[in-house]
């Protein structure tokens, strides 16, 4: 299994013979770099190099680094991984709109789905899950009924309680914010893995945002953050924990299913993406996979954790 890890007290770190060593005045620490799949720094006062994070991002591995509120908030994205992206971003740019369209449909229509699933997972009210399982099915090209937002307000309060809004400045919203940016860094770093250009969205279409793409692609798997943040709700208190913000981080490794089959998120995202591929070069959206949301299982070994 692929590692993340994160940095919290170490002080230094550096390269060594292809492995990364953390110096902490407790400890040192080391991984070998081949290892890792990416690497949090949730700790202002950590000392690295351009060697140590050129290093890094040659290996695949990308990089976080996190504000004073613990916040993930900048990302190093490793490049030159792809083979033509020259070749990827012009079939970006020459997507139809409707062709963008048919893809956002289905993307809305998952994440949709995967609420109604979040909300039956948890018990909560079963006609709240079913209202948004019927609106799953009027979704349509472009969302052109805005059915995402009509999900959304019924989806949070039916979850967290009928004072519950995203505007609040809780712990709630905080566990939420913090496991939105790491499932966005994973599909981040995916794309560019895949020569796509952030910045060249299918709906998301901010002129400041480098990441509109990911924000895309991430929607369907918001509500496993949701999930999580239900799950643990007794355990958060007002700010989150060094223990909350390391299994938020952890749900890339949580098992969802993609066409028919359970997987590790970090393994669905790259099959989604590669499917998004396959979708653009075929222009049929028919073949975008996209990720269902089921219950974890801890007993579960992917053949691919090696």
């Given at each position: 299994?692929w590692?993340t890890?994160i940095?919290t007290s170490?002080?230094?770190?550096t390269?060594r013979?292809?492995w990364l060593?953390?110096?902490?005045?407790?400890?040192?620490a080391r991984v070998?770099?081949?290892?890792?799949?990416?690497?949090?720094?949730d700790n202002?006062?950590?000392?690295?190099?351009?060697?140590?994070?050129t290093?890094?991002?040659?290996?695949?591995v990308?990089?976080?680094?996190?504000?004073e509120?613990?916040?993930?908030?900048?990302?190093?994205?490793?490049?030159?991984?792809?083979?033509?992206?020259?070749t990827?971003?012009?079939?970006?740019?020459?997507?139809?709109?409707?062709?963008?369209d048919?893809l956002?449909q289905?993307i809305?229509?998952?994440?949709i789905?995967?609420?109604?699933?979040t909300?039956r997972?948890v018990?909560?009210?079963?006609s709240k899950?079913?209202?948004?399982?019927?609106?799953a099915?009027?979704?349509?090209?472009?969302d052109?009924?805005?059915?995402?937002?009509q999900?959304?307000?019924?989806?949070?309060?039916?979850l967290?309680?009928?004072g519950?809004?995203r505007?609040?400045d809780?712990?709630?919203?905080?566990a939420?914010?913090y496991?939105?940016a790491?499932i966005?860094s994973?599909v981040?770093k995916t794309?560019?893995?895949y020569?796509y250009s952030?910045v060249?969205?299918?709906?998301h279409?901010?002129?400041?945002n480098?990441?509109n793409l990911?924000?895309d692609?991430m929607e369907p798997l918001?509500?496993?953050v949701?999930l999580w943040?239900?799950d643990?709700c007794d355990?958060?208190?007002?700010?989150?924990?060094?223990?909350?913000r390391r299994?938020?981080?952890g749900l890339?490794?949580?098992?969802?299913?993609?066409?028919?089959?359970k997987m590790?998120?970090?393994y669905?995202i790259d099959?989604?993406v590669k499917?998004?591929?396959?979708a653009?070069?075929?222009?049929?959206a028919?073949?975008?996979?996209?990720?269902?949301?089921?219950?974890?299982d801890p007993t579960?070994?992917?053949?691919?954790?090696?």
């Amino acid at each position: 299994m692929w590692r993340t890890l994160i940095v919290t007290s170490g002080e230094k770190m550096t390269v060594r013979d292809g492995w990364l060593h953390v110096y902490s005045p407790q400890q040192e620490a080391r991984v070998p770099i081949g290892d890792l799949y990416s690497v949090v720094v949730d700790n202002r006062q950590t000392l690295l190099s351009m060697g140590v994070l050129t290093q890094l991002a040659q290996a695949g591995v990308h990089v976080l680094l996190c504000d004073e509120k613990h916040l993930p908030c900048a990302e190093l994205l490793p490049l030159a991984q792809h083979y033509r992206p020259l070749t990827v971003l012009q079939k970006q740019m020459e997507l139809s709109q409707s062709f963008k369209d048919l893809l956002w449909q289905r993307i809305v229509t998952a994440k949709i789905q995967n609420q109604a699933k979040t909300l039956r997972l948890v018990g909560a009210n079963g006609s709240k899950a079913q209202k948004l399982e019927e609106l799953a099915l009027t979704v349509q090209p472009g969302d052109s009924g805005n059915r995402e937002a009509q999900a959304a307000k019924l989806y949070f309060p039916a979850l967290f309680g009928a004072g519950f809004t995203r505007t609040l400045d809780d712990v709630t919203n905080a566990a939420l914010n913090y496991g939105y940016a790491i499932i966005r860094s994973a599909v981040s770093k995916t794309l560019a893995g895949y020569g796509y250009s952030g910045v060249l969205g299918l709906h998301h279409i901010g002129p400041g945002n480098p990441f509109n793409l990911a924000d895309d692609l991430m929607e369907p798997l918001r509500p496993l953050v949701d999930l999580w943040t239900d799950d643990h709700c007794d355990d958060l208190y007002e700010q989150l924990s060094r223990t909350n913000r390391r299994e938020l981080i952890g749900l890339v490794n949580h098992i969802i299913r993609l066409d028919g089959q359970k997987m590790r998120v970090r393994y669905a995202i790259d099959r989604y993406v590669k499917s998004l591929t396959s979708a653009i070069e075929g222009q049929d959206a028919g073949l975008l996979r996209l990720p269902e949301l089921i219950r974890n299982d801890p007993t579960f070994e992917d053949e691919q954790d090696g």
